[in-house]
């Protein structure tokens, strides 16, 4: 059983073995659960996310308006959401709306990811990141934390 949090109404849906979760669509609102796209987040959407994402793992590009790196970035991390979903939630976390997430997470520098498995840290990276080495880096650090 997978578990994933709706990115329009914020409920937790559960998606059973064998279903195909990119078909699923949210018990409450009727959205899909996934669009190929990374969900906008605030500090509140994102805690959601991280705590209640069950079955795959969540991946949070801390960026900011400002960052012309992050700007760079962004079409770069929406296309890793078309290669990574349902495997992985994409996430994107404005610093400069939320200081204090930025802050309780360890942003030191931006662009910045860290990858969720099951609420905890797993791996973070800064940098400007092309889509196929998001994807790998994401890939790779989920594969080391298999063994």
């Given amino acids: 059983m997978r578990q994933f949090v709706c990115p329009a109404c914020g409920a937790v849906n559960r998606t059973p073995d064998g279903k195909d ?3 699923g669509k949210c ?9 190929g796209h990374p969900v906008e987040a605030d500090a509140k959407t994102f805690r959601a996310h991280r705590a ?3 079955g795959a793992a969540v991946l949070v590009d801390v960026w900011a308006p400002w960052c012309g790196p992050c700007r760079a970035m ?14 992985v939630r994409l996430v994107k976390l404005n610093s400069e709306a939320e200081p204090q997430m930025a802050g309780e997470l360890g942003i030191s520098g931006i662009p910045a990811m860290l ?20 994807v790998a880096w994401t890939r790779q ?4 934390t298999a063994v």
């Fill in 52 to 54: 209640s994402t069950r």
């Fill in 21 to 23: 979760p990119l078909a």
């Fill in 74 to 87: 962004a079409p770069q991390f929406a296309g890793a959401a078309a290669k990574l979903e349902p495997d």
């Fill in 115 to 134: 990858l969720f498995k099951d609420g905890k840290t797993i791996a973070r990276t800064t940098g400007l990141m092309s889509t196929d080495q998001i």
């Fill in 27 to 35: 018990g409450r609102c009727g959205q899909a659960l996934f669009s």
């Fill in 141 to 144: 650090a989920i594969a080391q």
